[in-house]
């Protein structure tokens, strides 16, 4: 079955630029929607950003253009940047798979914590 | 974007219905039959519930159901079970091509 594993440094600057990976394993990359999302301590979900196996994207305006969600699909991958980080930025991470045509995130990775200091 | 609208926390004895909304605007809730929930068991990742209104994926029991009237969408679940003690998300498409998620709610099994 498919699976996704979130990956990257738990420690980033501020200022500087956040960078996760999130690889696909199972299944193909074709004809999904790849999200990121994240939850900070003790709050709730809050999306980020996605883009679609033609490599389309959609991101979160709060983000300000601070975000770049790319593909990779020779290593069935997909990537987030988050520049200019703050503290605010601190959260876990999740990456997520969305059908096509429905609202439906039906697979999750596990997380990955990152904090900002 | 603004947060969709969920009660902070709900609760119900085992056996017991409850239900916890969701409520949007007509640009998301309103707009679109996208809405979906998530059960957030602590230190875990979101579990998909309920898709596109009110469909059950396949493993998910028939205790958890979904509806939408206007700008809310509801989970009503059903035959309270410990096991269902959780955080509840809804989400949905919006206007923007965006996904937007609720506040989350506690539910806890008295």
């Known amino acids: 079955q498919v699976q996704l594993q979130e990956s990257g440094p738990g420690l980033v600057k501020p200022s500087e630029t956040l960078s996760l990976t999130c690889t696909v394993s199972g299944g193909s990359i074709s004809s999904y929607y790849w999200n990121w999302i994240r939850q900070p301590p003790g709050k709730g979900l809050e999306w980020i950003g996605q883009?679609?196996?033609?490599?389309?994207?959609y991101s979160n305006p709060s983000f300000k253009s601070r975000v770049t969600v790319s593909l990779d699909t020779s290593k069935n991958q997909f990537s987030l940047n988050l520049r200019s980080v703050t503290a605010a930025d601190t959260a876990i991470y999740y990456c997520a798979r969305k059908i096509s045509g429905s609202g439906k995130f039906d697979i999750w990775g596990q997380g990955t914590k990152v904090t900002v200091s | 974007q603004s947060a969709l609208t969920q009660p902070a926390s709900v609760s119900g004895s085992p056996g017991q219905s409850i239900t916890i909304s969701c409520t949007g605007t007509s640009s998301d809730v309103g707009g679109y039959n996208f809405v979906s929930w998530y059960q957030q068991h602590p230190g875990k990742a979101p579990k998909i519930m309920i898709y596109?209104?009110?469909n059950r994926p396949s493993g998910v029991s028939n205790r958890f159901s979904g509806s939408k009237s206007g700008n809310t969408a509801s989970l009503t679940i059903s035959g309270l079970q410990a096991e269902d003690e959780a955080d509840y998300y809804c989400?949905?498409?919006?206007?923007?091509?965006?996904?937007?998620f609720g506040g989350g709610t506690k539910l806890t099994v008295l």
């Open positions: 596109d209104v009110s």
């Open positions: 989400s949905s498409h919006t206007s923007s091509s965006t996904w937007v």
């Open positions: 883009i679609f196996s033609t490599g389309s994207t």
